[in-house]
């Protein structure tokens, strides 16, 4: 079955009701034992085509193996694609058909729920105490490397660029034009690197953690799951979840825990972090760099 786990209970039931099939139901069966990934994402006229059958004939197909009709048949795939059993390419094929057949208001709803549901999930499986020792921990540091790539270099950059309205030691990495291991070449143990990857897990990520640890630096990591190869070597690790119908993992859990993150090493800072807060801020108003709203 392509080494795909994709609604195994459902193609258990049709080998099961095999021989109360036609011969051009068992067709259309046969197809979809196996290329199953292929009913979550094309419509039955794609699938149809694939199989060299009747559009019908899956219809059909479905009601003899007990369905109600082929929608019925077809939604467990569609849900294993938006809990992101799927690969990205099949996930982003899965989204145009949402969109061909007009039921935009369905995904938007889904990213809605997904995204409350992953702030939920996140935060009731993290403890504030441990968040609270990773602050510390970053505080006390000579060094912050606040390590992603693709989508979460800019997330890193963001918790940076935040950092840098109190403290200087934050870094994102990798710096332009260089790479995360050399970045952290003159780290040592009174350092700390924060690092994120989901799955796919990037390499480079998981490179850089495992030479962080073999220079003594204390390692933050923020991945989606306790199997992950950076949460497994982490001082501090913490999971994220990252589910949803798009064709590439969630951002919005990791950016609300590096916020939350932030603001509990701001709380476990010391009190001349709030003036030097105050004193930047100050300093781009005297500035013009912000715009300045009528009184």
Aim: overall charge negative; charged content about 20%; hydrophobic content about 45%.
């Amino acid at each position: 079955m392509n080494g795909t786990n994709v609604s195994s209970a459902v193609l258990e039931r049709l080998s099961d009701e095999w021989d109360a099939l036609t011969p051009e139901a068992q067709k259309a069966a046969r197809y979809v034992l196996e290329n199953p990934v292929d009913v979550g994402v094309s419509t039955v006229r794609e699938i149809a085509q694939a199989a060299n059958v009747k559009p019908n004939t899956f219809v059909r197909m479905a009601r003899q193996a007990g369905f109600e009709g082929y929608e019925d048949f077809r939604a467990p795939f569609r849900e294993a694609i938006r809990q992101g059993a799927l690969s990205f390419p099949e996930r982003a094929r899965w989204l145009q058909d949402v969109s061909k057949s007009g039921n935009l208001g369905a995904l938007y709803a889904d990213m809605a729920e997904g995204a409350i549901r992953n702030l939920e999930d996140t935060f009731a499986n993290i403890d504030a105490e441990a968040l609270k020792t990773a602050a510390e921990a970053i505080w006390q540091s000579r060094q912050v490397f606040t390590l992603g790539v693709g989508v979460n270099h800019s997330n890193a950059r963001n918790f940076t660029y935040l950092a840098s309205t109190g403290m200087t030691q934050f870094h994102a990495i990798p710096r332009p034009g260089s790479t995360a291991v050399d970045d952290l070449a003159w780290a040592d143990g009174r350092d700390v690197l924060i690092a994120m990857t989901c799955r796919p897990y990037r390499s480079e990520v998981v490179e850089a953690v495992r030479i962080a640890r073999t220079q003594g630096m204390t390692i933050v990591s923020i991945s989606d799951s306790p199997a992950s190869p950076i949460i497994r070597s982490a001082h501090h690790g913490f999971i994220v979840a990252a589910d949803t119908p798009q064709f590439f993992p969630s951002s919005v859990s990791t950016i609300a825990l590096l916020e939350t993150l932030l603001s509990f090493v701001i709380a476990v800072a010391s009190d001349k972090i709030v003036a030097r807060v105050e004193t930047f801020h100050r300093r781009r108003h005297q500035l013009g760099i912000y715009s300045e709203e009528p009184e």
